[in-house]
């Protein structure tokens, strides 16, 4: 379905990624996992671009995207974003979905790519579902951690979830894992991994190489599900 909408709540996640919440029609619908596309105003223009939901179907009163800012036109636009604003939504779009599937799953994220994952394992932990989830996030510093509160309140209220951070660049402090995913961090993490779905998302270099690294590790084409994040400008 198509929409005009407004700003409704702006959360800044870390130093350089922000959340916007909008208004949600009653009648729309979604799965944890898919996207929109949303049309914003600025400069006497209107831009247009798509985002996965990091807000869960079942989170009734908005609807949420989550964006690392850079310097592009449609960033420079979001950071003069205030609560009102306008902007039209096309909704929903996307097979990057769970909604209780499988029994074992493992969620692999690289950076802002954790979105969807957001709202698949939010939406899990408010269903009270069974699948045990395993759930994988690289970045390259501590502070690069995006939705790490959501997510450890999430772990404590789902005995099924199990979040797993990692950073490339440790330090004195940092008492989790550091370095890249890699097939042995897998096996120790996830010993059932033959048994267990794996989707994948982030930029498409990390991607590609997560997807050969399950590749190695004999786990078949249909255990796999993959999306690519282009969207980072």
């Not at 660049?169 to 894992?177: A, F, H, I, M, Y």
């Not at 059932?192 to 930029?203: A, E, H, S, V």
Request: hydrophobic share 35%.
């Amino acid at each position: 379905m198509k929409f005009e909408t407004h700003v409704k709540e702006i959360i800044y996640r870390t130093y350089n990624v922000t959340s916007f919440r909008f208004s949600r029609p009653s009648k729309l619908d979604y799965l944890p996992g898919q996207f929109f596309f949303i049309t914003i105003k600025g400069s006497g223009k209107e831009l247009k671009k798509h985002f996965s939901f990091s807000s869960s179907p079942l989170e009734q009163n908005y609807i949420e995207f989550t964006k690392k800012l850079s310097n592009s036109d449609f960033s420079g636009i979001l950071k003069k974003l205030v609560i009102d604003d306008w902007a039209r939504i096309e909704a929903p779009f996307g097979k990057f979905t769970f909604i209780g599937e499988n029994k074992k799953i493992a969620l692999l994220a690289g950076g802002i790519g954790i979105t969807p994952f957001r709202s698949i394992c939010k939406y899990c932990t408010d269903k009270h579902l069974k699948t045990k989830i395993t759930l994988i996030y690289g970045n390259r510093t501590e502070e690069d951690i995006v939705f790490r509160e959501d997510f450890e309140k999430m772990q404590k209220q789902n005995k099924n979830l199990n979040c797993v951070f990692m950073i490339n660049e440790g330090n004195d402090n940092w008492k989790g894992l550091t370095g890249f995913i890699n097939a042995e961090m897998i096996k120790k993490e996830i010993p059932d991994y033959k048994n267990t779905i794996f989707f994948l998302c982030g930029p498409p270099g990390m991607v590609k190489a997560l997807e050969g690294i399950i590749n190695q590790l004999g786990i078949l084409a249909n255990q796999i599900r993959v999306e690519y994040f282009t969207g980072y400008i």
